[in-house]
C-alpha cells in the first residue's frame, strides 16, 4: 500500500486528473476500476473518481508496485545549466516574461529545440522554488502563448493555486492584452473593431477568414487603434477580444494592412523592402482588471505591466 498526501499543489483537482500525473504508469480505466473496488480510498474510505482534492487529505492506494516504478523511457528532469530568462516581473505566485521572436513557447514538432517553458522550469528549479522530485502533479506552466516569431510578454505560474486563477481569469477575459504592429497603409477607419470568423487549416498551419458561419470557423473579435503612421507604415494597438491562432496577423490583413514581416499574411514584395526576420508584432502590455475575487492573486488586480525595447518600433517609430 503506498499514500500520497495532498499538498497546496495538488489541491482542487479532480482525482482522477490528479492520479494521471501522480502515478502516471496507471492507465485511466484501471484507476477507475480500483476507485470502484475501494483500492483506491481518500482518507480511508470509499471515493469517486471527481472527487475534488483538499490540501491536507491522504489517498490510499492499494495497487500493484508496477505503476510506481519509474518509467525507463522518461528521462530524469536535467535543467538548463544557465537559463536565459528576461523577467518583467516576479512575485511568489506569477512570472511576467519577455519571450524574444524566434523562440518557441512550448515544444513543438522539432525535438530538443530551446522553449520558454523550458527556460521557466530551469529557472524555478535553480532558484529553490520548483523541485520536480517532490511534486506529485504540479509542473510551472505558462498561462498564454505566443506564436514562434512574436515577442512580447507571457504569464507563467509558479504554483498550482496561482495557475488555475490566473487560467479562470483568462477565460472570463479579466486580463486585458494588448499588443502593437507596424502595419504596411493606413487602416481606415483609423480605428474600430474587427468582427468575423476564422477557420484554420491544421496541416498547413495557417487560417483564413470566413465570411459564413460553419463548425470549423471560429468567432474572432480584434479591437484596434492607430497610433501614429510614417511614409507608408502605421503603428497599430490591438487588444484581443478572442485569442484564436494567428488572429491579428490575418485579420490585419483581410483590412488591407498585412503586417510588416509576415510571410504567411503579408506582401512579399513590401516585405523584401524591409528584410525583416520576423513579424513585427509584440504583445507589450498586459492589464489586470479582476471583476470578481481573485484569491492570493487579488493584488494583481489594476496593474499593468509594459514591455519595453521592442525592436520594430525603435526602428520604425523612435
Not at 46 to 63: A, K, P, V
Not at 103 to 117: A, K, R, V
Request: net charge neutral; hydrophobic share 30%.
Amino acid at each position: 500500500m503506498r499514500e500520497l498526501t495532498i499538498t497546496t499543489n495538488d489541491a482542487n483537482q479532480r482525482l482522477d486528473r490528479f492520479l494521471q500525473k501522480a502515478v502516471p504508469l496507471l492507465p485511466g480505466s484501471l484507476a477507475q476500476k480500483y476507485i470502484r473496488q475501494k483500492r483506491i480510498k481518500l482518507n480511508g474510505k470509499r471515493t469517486e473518481q471527481n472527487y475534488r482534492l483538499t490540501e491536507g487529505d491522504t489517498l490510499q492506494l492499494y495497487i500493484p508496485d508496477e505503476f510506481f516504478e519509474t518509467s525507463q523511457t522518461t528521462p530524469a528532469y536535467t535543467p538548463d545549466p544557465q537559463p536565459n530568462l528576461q523577467i518583467c516581473h516576479e512575485d511568489d505566485h506569477i512570472l511576467i516574461l519577455e519571450k524574444p521572436p524566434g523562440l518557441l513557447s512550448h515544444s513543438g514538432n522539432t525535438q530538443g529545440e530551446p522553449t520558454l517553458i523550458d527556460q521557466v522550469k530551469s529557472y524555478l528549479y535553480h532558484t529553490g522554488q520548483w523541485d520536480p522530485a517532490a511534486e506529485q502533479s504540479f509542473t510551472p506552466a505558462l498561462c498564454n502563448r505566443l506564436d514562434r516569431n512574436t515577442g512580447g510578454l507571457i504569464l507563467a505560474a509558479k504554483t498550482a493555486p496561482a495557475l488555475q486563477i490566473l487560467n479562470e481569469k483568462i477565460r472570463a477575459h479579466e486580463i486585458d492584452k494588448y499588443y502593437l504592429l507596424a502595419v504596411h497603409g493606413r487602416p481606415d477607419p483609423p480605428a474600430g473593431r474587427i468582427e468575423g470568423r476564422i477557420s484554420k487549416d491544421a496541416h498547413q498551419n495557417k487560417v483564413t477568414v470566413s465570411a459564413t458561419e460553419s463548425k470549423d470557423a471560429k468567432s474572432a473579435v480584434t479591437d484596434y487603434k492607430t497610433l501614429e503612421t510614417r511614409g507608408t507604415l502605421s503603428l497599430v494597438e490591438c487588444k484581443l477580444e478572442t485569442g484564436r491562432t494567428h488572429q491579428i496577423r490575418v485579420q490585419m490583413a483581410a483590412l488591407g494592412c498585412p503586417l510588416l514581416g509576415d510571410p504567411k499574411y503579408g506582401d512579399p514584395d513590401q516585405n523584401r523592402r524591409y528584410a525583416e526576420p520576423y513579424q513585427a508584432l509584440w504583445a507589450h502590455r498586459i492589464r489586470f482588471s479582476f471583476s470578481a475575487a481573485a484569491g492570493m492573486l487579488n493584488y494583481l488586480n489594476h496593474q499593468e505591466f509594459t514591455s519595453s525595447n521592442i525592436p520594430f518600433l525603435l526602428k520604425y517609430f523612435p
